[in-house]
């Protein structure tokens, strides 16, 4: 790994639903140009942690500092400024509003992001439907969508929480090479994953979680280790 | 005499277009509390006490100030809808966590309030507003006569309508409000500033109310309760097309001021509650409303 400072620092993250405590002190690092995959259990707490990284959830303490900004005492509508965005699970795509408009929602927040152009290039799906409503699109051309509308904004760093969810093999594999490109191209990574040979492909670190905090982390090279630790906490 | 069912045509195209001039304002007004509660998820039953403060600022302005209708159609508007944004950042923002019955209490509050000044002040008996010279007199169509002002008044209430429509279909910013309106968390973390974006829409929406306000002030008396004997008929009217819906609001409006208007032809003892009858029809058959998405 590169001594440099990592580009985002989260340590001591605990995070609350109403009453219920989700996170009990989360500690990871993202250096610049990684891709780094969150493994867990369901229900474990990965999730959330994006949520409380993102400042979706605000009951929330700990340190979070992304690119020497501390992300804890932003408003909500400030983070994305910072260079980070946010694919949520459940895609996001608004059903009132057309591919196009889906596609440039998101502010630019920084120079160095892809043209509306581009953007097509790498999603020609896209294009073609681009005047439908974004919740006309299949479920895997939605995941396209709300990945490629993060590409435009300059953003440095990703969050992605569970891409392939429910999507066919082949549709998977196109993602995997999507998160190739951008990863040549140096966008940062922090992805949430159930699909573990998916993130074994695509990552290049792996943190574990239990009980709403990081128990274990190693680089890919060692997954063959460590595979009785996953077989225990994730019964992989 | 051309007669139409044994009725008068004169009295048929009359009425309809007394009904027109109606929806004009019910479309307008009905508008307004759609994109409010669209984005805000609020209630605004102070809709049509701002609508009674538009057309009151403009009175104010000509007694006052000698400012005449023309700037004050411009004035109203900002007024009232600088005075919404105060009550949004100042009031309504802090109720946005709260149980949504608190908005409604809050902005119903407001209302009596409002009226409540202004009826310890100007009386409960209208002021009359004249109509500006420019528009003074009416026109011969041939089958009946139409007086100018109000063919300007069913003329600016489709500008109205159909300005603020594009501006919600068609603009960065209108796909800012849909989108937060779907998802305003997602769309906040995506980087728009979305409380700033709540304040402006309440702005706008009680801007409009001003705007209907002042439009209305030369046909109807400029008085406190102007807004509440409007308001009950533009929240059926909400009811009907389907709560938060831009486009059902506008369609909607038109249509029961006309078939308020035809009522009156035919049966006007029923004309006054027509509106509520087809209310409890469209409840009953199709409750999320005729242009409204199924919840």
């Given at each position: 790994m590169t001594s440099a400072a990592p580009l985002l620092a989260v340590s001591g993250l605990n995070a609350w639903y109403g009453e219920g405590h989700a996170l009990h002190g989360v500690d990871l690092e993202v250096f610049a140009g990684e891709t780094v995959t969150l493994l867990g259990r369901n229900g474990i707490g990965k999730t959330t942690t994006l949520r409380a990284i993102m400042g979706l959830i605000r009951r929330r303490t700990g340190q979070v500092v992304f690119d020497g900004a501390d992300l804890m005492r932003l408003p909500l509508h400030r983070t994305a400024h910072q260079g980070?965005?946010?694919?949520?699970?459940?895609?996001?795509?608004?059903?009132?509003?057309?591919?196009?408009?889906?596609?440039?929602?998101?502010?630019?927040?920084?120079?160095g992001g892809m043209s509306v152009e581009e953007i097509f290039d790498l999603f020609p799906n896209l294009k073609e439907r681009r005047n439908s409503p974004g919740t006309r699109l299949s479920g895997g051309e939605q995941q396209m969508l709300a990945i490629a509308r993060m590409l435009r904004t300059g953003v440095k760093m990703l969050l992605l929480d569970e891409p392939t969810e429910g999507l066919a093999p082949v549709i998977v594999q196109r993602i995997g090479e999507l998160l190739a490109t951008l990863k040549q191209r140096g966008m940062t990574i922090l992805l949430v994953e159930q699909n573990?040979?998916?993130?074994?492909?695509?990552?290049?670190?792996?943190?574990?979680?239990?009980?709403?905090?990081?128990?274990?982390?190693?680089?890919?090279?060692?997954?063959?280790d460590r595979m009785t630790l996953l077989h225990e906490i994730l019964g992989v | 005499m051309t007669m139409i069912f044994g009725i008068p045509v004169q009295a048929l195209l009359g009425q309809l277009l007394v009904g027109l001039i109606n929806g004009s304002f019910y479309a307008m007004l009905s508008?307004?509390?759609?994109?409010?509660f669209g984005l805000l998820r609020v209630i605004?039953?102070?809709h049509g006490a701002q609508y009674m403060l538009g057309a009151f600022v403009g009175y104010l302005l000509l007694t006052h100030l000698g400012i005449g209708y023309w700037p004050a159609l411009i004035l109203?508007?900002?007024v009232v809808g600088l005075f919404g944004v105060v009550v949004e950042r100042l009031a309504l923002s802090r109720l946005y966590d709260t149980d949504p019955l608190y908005g409604l209490l809050f902005t119903f509050g407001l209302a009596l309030v409002l009226e409540g000044i202004f009826r310890y002040y100007y009386g409960v008996s209208g002021n009359p507003y004249a109509v500006p010279t420019l528009l003074a007199g009416g026109t011969n169509l041939g089958f009946m006569f139409l007086p100018n002002y109000r063919g300007w008044v069913v003329v600016a209430s489709l500008i109205v309508c159909f300005g603020t429509w594009a501006l919600i279909e068609k603009t960065r910013l209108g796909s800012y409000l849909r989108a937060a309106t779907e998802n305003p968390r997602l769309v906040q973390a995506f980087g728009v500033n979305v409380p700033l974006l709540l304040t402006l829409t309440y702005g706008l929406g009680s801007a409009l109310a001003g705007l209907a306000g002042i439009l209305a002030a030369p046909i109807y008396q400029v008085s406190p309760l102007m807004g509440s004997d409007l308001i009950i008929v533009v929240f059926a009217v909400v009811v009907v097309g389907g709560m938060g819906s831009i486009l059902g609001a506008i369609v909607t409006g038109?249509?029961?001021?006309?078939?308020?208007?035809?009522?009156?032809?035919?049966?006007?003892?029923?004309?006054?509650?027509?509106?509520?009858?087809i209310m409890a029809i469209v409840l009953l058959v199709r409750p999320a409303g005729l242009f409204g998405r199924d919840a």
């Open positions: 980070i965005g946010f694919v949520p699970e459940e895609r996001g795509i608004f059903s009132t509003l057309t591919v196009d408009e889906n596609l440039v929602l998101p502010p630019v927040v920084a120079p573990f040979r998916f993130a074994s492909r695509v990552a290049d670190r792996f943190y574990l979680m239990e009980h709403g905090k990081v128990v274990a982390g190693f680089p890919t090279g060692e997954l063959a | 508008l307004g509390l759609a994109v409010i605004n039953f102070a109203a508007p900002l038109y249509m029961l001021g006309l078939a308020e208007g035809l009522t009156k032809v035919f049966y006007p003892e029923a004309s006054n509650l027509v509106v509520f009858v």
